[in-house]
């Protein structure tokens, strides 16, 4: 059983950046893929990225490349989302999971979840 926690959200003035951070308690974490997602009110969860359990292999959706990058550190149990440029329509509560997929992009395929953090872009 993985526990996820994130950590980092926050209130930021559009054009800035944010680092999301997601702790894993598991030792085997660096066998997972690692999404992260976003739930806007009213909306469905949306994938926004994910990393290979290695580090090698990145992809985003279309609306963040370019300005969102997907990092981990498996020494620390830990993937990050760095943010950049954000916009209004950034502002979502984002998620971590874990999956054993290694390409798996819908939140169908993954098993494990953290509980969330907020992050509100103001114009």
């Known amino acids: 059983q993985v526990q996820l926690v994130e950590s980092g959200g926050g209130l930021v003035q559009a054009g800035g950046s944010l680092r999301l951070s997601c702790q894993a308690s598991?030792?085997?974490?660096?066998?997972?893929?690692m999404g992260w997602f976003r739930q806007a009110p009213g909306k469905e969860r949306e994938f926004v990225g994910r990393?290979?359990?290695?580090?090698?292999?990145?992809s985003y959706v279309d609306s963040v490349k370019g300005r969102f990058t997907i990092s981990r550190d498996n020494a620390k149990n830990t993937v990050y989302l760095q943010m950049n440029s954000l916009k209004p329509e950034d502002t979502a509560v984002y998620y971590c999971?874990?999956?054993?997929?290694?390409?798996?992009?819908?939140?169908?395929?993954?098993?494990?979840w953290g509980q969330g953090t907020q992050v509100t872009v103001s114009s």
């Open positions: 990393i290979s359990w290695s580090g090698t292999s990145t």
């Open positions: 598991e030792r085997t974490f660096g066998s997972y893929t």
């Open positions: 999971a874990a999956t054993n997929s290694y390409f798996a992009t819908s939140p169908r395929y993954y098993n494990y």
